[in-house]
């Protein structure tokens, strides 16, 4: 079942155009890794996939429904943002901040419930972020606070995950537990796409790859497919190699 779609969707910023036509499926159980070089739209589109960014032309469908049409609060509890940035502008605990997750699912005037912190403990623990709870969010390192966010994004329990750089900041011990972490949402169904500047998250959990070549133009889909020494080449205009190891291909650049 498709979750989100793109239709001939064309994304500019000012003048450039980063992305044109694109025609984009994601369905139930899918990882998406979205690859390119700074600047070449990879926040734009998770932020158009959003219905936050409106696009030159083209849509995004949520559910088969164009984007437009659904209202917030539905938006909400099918699909999970993680943005790029953590900046927020009011003081908060760490536990607050992941339970903000939970509000697509309460009235107005309804407060968390003792399912909704458990969950939100939950999701902290699972991200090696068990008794942070009441920690100022301000007071995060960097890499703290990105797994802050990705916290919240999955205490939100949405069947799709829009995820901006989710291991940016992250020590190595941090990105494989991260990584585990997502493999398992996969494995229980959801959806992700997945924003990265590493090619080599994809043989750990992507199944499916787009490449954003900075000047409109874009490859599109499975892994095994669009992941390749000639492309990434392309895509970062630098040369790169693959080691096979295991079955899995790790590119690495050549010098």
């Known amino acids: 079942m498709s979750l989100l779609q793109a239709q001939n969707l064309s994304l500019k910023q000012g003048d450039r ?8 499926q994601i ?3 899918e990882a998406w890794i979205v690859l390119g070089e700074n600047g070449c739209g ?15 032309a083209g849509q995004v469908l949520l559910g ?14 099918q699909l999970a943002w993680q943005t790029q940035q953590d900046e927020c502008p009011f003081p908060l605990t760490v536990l607050e901040k992941t339970l903000t997750g939970r509000h697509p699912h309460l009235s107005r005037w309804e407060w968390e419930s003792a399912a909704d912190l458990a969950l939100a403990q939950q999701q902290l623990a699972r991200l090696d972020l068990q008794g942070f709870a009441e920690r100022d969010l301000a007071s995060l390192s960097g890499g703290e606070r990105r797994r802050v966010s990705l916290a919240t994004a999955l205490t939100q329990q949405a069947p799709l ?15 494989q537990q991260a990584l585990a972490v997502l493999r398992e949402e996969l494995a229980a169904g959801r959806s992700i796409v997945m924003v990265s500047h590493d090619p080599n ?3 750990q959990l992507a199944t499916h790859a787009l490449l954003l070549f900075g000047d409109g133009t874009w490859s599109a889909g499975v892994l095994v497919e669009t992941l390749n020494t000639k492309l990434l080449s392309r895509l970062y205009h630098h040369p790169v190699s693959a080691i096979e190891q295991n079955g899995s291909s790790w590119f690495v650049p050549m010098r």
């Open 17 to 24: 155009e980063l992305i044109c036509n694109l025609n984009l």
């Open 42 to 56: 990879k926040s734009t589109l998770l932020s158009s996939l959003a219905g936050w960014f409106k696009p030159s």
């Open 161 to 175: 995950m829009l995820l901006d750089e989710p291991l940016s900041q992250l020590d190595l011990r941090h990105q």
């Open 201 to 203: 998250h994809a043989a």
């Open 27 to 29: 369905s139930a159980g």
């Open 64 to 77: 088969g429904v164009p984007m437009q049409q659904v209202a917030p609060l539905q938006r909400a509890k």
